[in-house]
């Protein structure tokens, strides 16, 4: 008897002990396919950030911001990738998310276009066609970049595109531009080439159309939850970041690794220019990932001018500063 209670005690103890070192899970749902902007995320999983962290981690794509935060909201993604535009458009709809890092501190909206048809500068969009997909953000805020650079939006005609058919019809010429990241313009540029044309591009943050864009989200009621597990995978995501940016070759090898059907040479291209977009005077002097509140109020105020938003919105309903410490950017 003495023997079998012994026996009971010792696997209690050791199914007390894998349960206590068992490691969170963590859904992470990406804003599109795995490209260079995320080259940070995957640094963080094959340098065992996430591991270290005590997370387990499983990393999906994503089919959008818009799509990623009513995931999220909705309990089947637990961390997500979205820009701050689509969060507040989300609680507009009851998706009730926060942003708790950026990474895209400048905003990476861009227009690209067909060079040879007319287009040289911005108001040159008159009479042209505009592709893109309904209720992106940039699409959203054509209106404003249209008229901080001296045009009429309504004398463009946009063109709904699935986001897959946007590239190919651009570079084909069946419209005459679309709205993209500029992280996408490498990927963008090589369609061109095999199509013989050439494009050019108009950043919205060229024009005073600088928000905040890409960042990791979660759920307000899942933050209140289980904060720590935020805290340590916004930590371990951003940290991949900072080791990312300072050995963009490695990370290029991580990521083709993981990837092997992905150009290392076209994902690489795309880090640089997110780098470009990270790293600004406010996050060298704060660290990687960090929110000026500031910029969160001018944000909510820019989608206010297209968006129905309560007038009792405040930055504290769309963001968090809580959950990420001070990760240096790299010298």
């Known amino acids: ?20 070192s068992a490691a969170d899970h963590v859904t992470f749902s990406l804003n599109w396919v795995p490209y260079g902007l995320h080259y940070g995320i995957f640094a963080a999983e094959a340098l065992g950030y996430y591991r270290d962290a005590d997370l387990d981690v499983d990393i999906q794509r994503g089919y959008g911001s818009g799509d990623t935060v009513k995931r999220v909201a909705a309990g089947s993604a637990d961390i997500g990738m979205a820009d701050l ?10 998706f009730q998310v926060k942003q708790l890092a950026i990474v895209l501190d400048r905003s990476a909206d861009a227009i690209f276009y067909v060079t040879g048809a007319g287009i040289e500068k911005p108001r040159d969009l008159e009479g ?15 209106p404003v970049f249209a008229s901080n650079a001296g045009f009429s939006a309504d004398k463009v005609e946009k063109v709904n595109l699935a986001p897959p058919a946007k590239f190919p019809t651009l570079v084909s010429k069946k419209v005459n531009s679309i709205v993209a990241f500029t992280t996408e313009g490498p990927a963008i540029d090589s369609a061109a080439k095999k199509a013989g044309v050439q494009v050019g591009r108009f950043l919205y943050s060229d024009h005073g159309v600088d928000y905040y864009s890409i960042g990791l989200i979660a759920s307000a009621d899942a933050l209140t939850k289980k904060g720590n597990v935020f805290k340590r995978m916004v930590d371990a995501t951003m940290r ?3 080791w990312a940016i300072r050995n963009p070759a490695a990370a290029a090898d991580l990521f083709a690794k993981r990837f092997p059907e992905s150009s290392r040479e076209l994902t690489l291209a795309q880090w640089n220019i997110t780098i470009e977009h990270m790293l600004t005077d ?10 000026d509140r500031a910029k969160v109020e001018r944000t909510l105020d ?16 769309i963001y968090s500063a809580n959950f990420l410490d001070k990760i240096e950017v790299p010298q």
Do not use: C, P
């Not at 209670?5 to 199914?15: H, S």
């Open 1 to 20: 008897m003495k023997k079998v209670q012994t026996t009971a005690v010792a696997t209690a103890l050791l199914l007390w002990a894998g349960a206590a």
């Open 85 to 94: 535009a689509s969060v507040i458009a989300g609680r507009v709809a009851g």
């Open 128 to 142: 042209h066609s505009l592709g893109g997909t309904t209720g992106e953000t940039a699409m959203n805020l054509f």
């Open 240 to 242: 991949g970041y900072a």
């Open 282 to 291: 406010y996050t060298r002097a704060n660290g990687i990932g960090a929110m």
């Open 302 to 317: 820019l989608i206010k001018k297209y968006q129905n938003v309560a007038a009792d919105m405040t930055a504290d309903d």
